[in-house]
Nanobody, 125 residues
């Protein structure tokens, strides 16, 4: 069992930045692919970004490429999401997810077995 706890959400003006963190429990964090998804009101949950177990492979949704950056610190069992140049359409609840696999950091939510409770990001225009 893996527990994920997100933090760092909040209210920010368009063009601003936020840094989300996701702390994971368990001894095997360094073997997990990690992802971030988001869900806006009235919309389905969508993929944002993911990183491989060793941090060398990343995957981004087209809508966030060049603005968001995922990273991880395996010594701290934590994955980060840096959100820059935020837009109003980035407003959503952001979820951290864990895929207990050495495999590719995929875009499919069904590949991720464990989820955090989410953190709200609100971008005002």
């Amino acid at each position: 069992q893996v527990q994920l706890v997100e933090s760092g959400g909040g209210l920010v003006q368009a063009g601003g930045s936020l840094r989300l963190s996701c702390a994971a429990s368990g001894r095997s964090f360094s073997t997990y692919s990690m992802g971030w998804f988001r869900q806006a009101p009235g919309k389905e949950r969508e993929f944002v970004t993911a990183v491989s177990w060793n941090g060398r492979t990343t995957n981004y949704a087209d809508s966030v490429k060049g603005r968001f950056t995922i990273s991880r610190n395996n010594d701290k069992n934590t994955v980060y999401l840096q959100l820059d140049k935020l837009k109003s359409e980035d407003t959503a609840v952001y979820y951290c997810a864990c895929r207990p696999s050495y495999g590719t950091p995929t875009t499919y939510s069904a590949d991720y077995h464990y989820w955090g409770q989410g953190t709200q990001v609100t971008v005002s225009s």
